[in-house]
């Protein structure tokens, strides 16, 4: 008996408009263009597109971005965080510990978003409508142009997005929205298939989709690692070791520099935007104290840091607070190697003060002098501040955007700032006294005429 060979089907395309015919033809029917249709061979067969559907192929050259405007969320420092503010059909994920303040956030964002005449679509499936409507009246929102919604299904939330033409939409939280007839939400294949519908619905409509997100025990989202590759953007908001005030950090963004923050603080009426994180002066010079400067994205933040040097019997302690500590170890090894300090049998506890938490390098020398000055039990001018990062070999190395620091210290009244003797020449002339050092050993001559 004969074996059967399959027969070849055999294919023909448009190669102007990709219309599929069962035979030749001089002419496409679709397009009206002449000698067009090739026949297709069996490779071609398995990638040819489906019938009626389009590609449209640009240069990127050609693709025209007037209608990617910028929209303002009505809060600056909010609007520097996502690179200058929303690009329409942009998907936001925001992530924070509970009862940071995720829903007051978004619900000042939706208060100032909607400000002028935008309307805003407020999802909550963990809040019920009057919960939001008492935090509402707490902070003083009439909330006109706001629309709240307790829907957690996800067809009908994007029946009611097309529905409602929003300008803005929030959803708190992701994990809350279920699909019909399935099971409890928040299961991986409900939040990669909700993250996937959401997304497609934002770049459809061009209207911003911020998306709050539950964070595990170790800080991290909870779901998959797909919710965070799939989004445009993701936001922690986290609060300092004292809880007085709320960081809002992009870790993430498409159309914008990571590492920017916006600094909020809690108060009775919601969130107040604050432009730097506001340091005591002491009255009166203390060993142990000395101020430098970090950044957070863009801006320069002044701070405090502490040490407290003290002779033990035992086993000597390093501890650290709000800084690195095995930078503080090493930090207390060069001390010993240079300046020939004998600091085996001291305890050192070091601190950054209010709450902050800060591993930057530029930190170096304002830590060695805090601990250099309980040391010597010799006060430091409260009117100086340290600049610099500290090398194995004691040399002072170079910091990054070294006149944005000094500018924020000057602001603040310093009036002497200690910096890396190599950017001498990278400082603009700010009406300041700036003092060089080169190596750890210069240090001394701080404390000489105190």
Known sequence: MKQQTKKNKIQYICNNCHE???????????????????ELTEEDLMIAPKRNRTFIVKKLSQIDTKDNIRISSGINDLDIVLGGGFVPGSFILIGGEPGVGKSTLMLSLAENFSKDNKKVLYFS????????????????????????SKETELNQICYTILTEKPHLIIIDSVQTIQLEDANLPGTVSQLKYTAFK??????KTHIPII???????EGT?????????MVDTVLYFESDRLNHYRILRAIKNRFGNIGEVAIFEMIPEGLR??????QEIHKENSPGCVYSVILEGSRAIAVEVQALVSRTNYQAKRMAEGLDIRRVILLTAVLEKFLKLNLSEQDIFTNLAGGLIAHEPALDLAICTAILSSYLEKPVNKHYAFIGEIGLTGEIRPTPRINARIKELLNLGFQKI???LSQKKEIDSLGIDIIEIGHIKELIEVFKNA
Request: charged fraction near 20%; charge should be positive.
């Open 273 to 278: 935007i604050i432009q730097t994180i506001p």
């Open 125 to 148: 499936g963990e809040e019920s409508p009057e919960q939001i409507r008492l935090r509402a009246n707490r902070m003083n929102i009439t909330g006109e142009n706001i629309l709240i």
């Open 418 to 420: 200690y910096i890396p």
């Open 211 to 217: 998306l709050i997100g539950h964070i595990t025990r």
């Open 198 to 203: 959401l997304m497609e619905l934002a770049k």
């Open 20 to 38: 599929i015919y069962s035979h030749w033809a001089g002419k496409c029917n679709k397009c009206g263009s002449w000698n067009s249709i090739e």
């Open 221 to 229: 989202i909870a779901g998959p690692k797909l919710l965070e590759h």
